[in-house]
C-alpha cells in the first residue's frame, strides 16, 4: 500500500516555473513506477511524466517535453515534478500515481494509487 500527497501547486504566471512534490508513505516506495498526470475542465485526465523506479530515465508527453522534468528521491519517498517555461495550456489539477513494478504506463488506468491533486493555473 502507499499513500501520495502532492504539494507545490500554485498560481504563475506565463514563463514561470513551479516544483510538484509528491511524498509516500509506505515502506516498499522504492519498488513503485511513479507518475504524473493532469486533468483540466471538462477534459479527461491526461499523463504527464513518469519513471520507473530502475531508474532508466524519465517518459515525457509531447507537449512537457523539454520543459518539464520528473525525478525521485527514494530516500526521502518524494518525487517531484519541476515544470519550467509554463504556458497557460498548463493549467490544471496534477496528480500523482503509482503502480508496482519497472514498466512505466501512460494510461491513468495503469495506476492503482493516485493523490488528492493540487492546482496548478498559470496566467497569460
Known amino acids: 500500500q502507499v499513500q501520495l500527497v502532492e504539494s507545490g501547486g500554485g498560481l504563475v504566471q506565463t514563463g514561470g516555473s513551479l516544483r510538484l512534490s509528491c511524498a509516500a508513505s509506505?515502506?516498499?516506495?522504492?519498488?513503485?513506477?511513479t507518475g504524473w498526470f493532469r486533468q483540466a475542465p471538462g477534459q479527461e485526465r491526461e499523463f504527464v511524466a513518469a519513471m520507473s523506479w530502475i531508474g532508466s530515465g524519465g517518459d515525457y508527453a509531447d507537449s512537457v517535453k523539454g520543459r518539464f522534468t520528473i525525478s525521485r528521491d527514494d530516500a526521502q519517498k518524494t518525487m517531484y515534478l519541476q515544470m519550467n517555461s509554463l504556458k497557460p495550456e498548463d493549467t490544471a489539477v496534477y496528480y500523482c500515481?503509482?503502480?508496482?513494478?519497472?514498466?512505466?504506463?501512460?494510461?491513468?488506468?495503469?495506476?492503482?494509487?493516485w493523490g488528492q491533486g493540487t492546482q496548478v493555473t498559470v496566467s497569460s
Open positions: 509506505g515502506r516498499t516506495f522504492s519498488r513503485y513506477t
Open positions: 500515481a503509482a503502480r508496482s513494478g519497472t514498466v512505466v504506463a501512460m494510461t491513468s488506468s495503469g495506476y492503482g494509487y
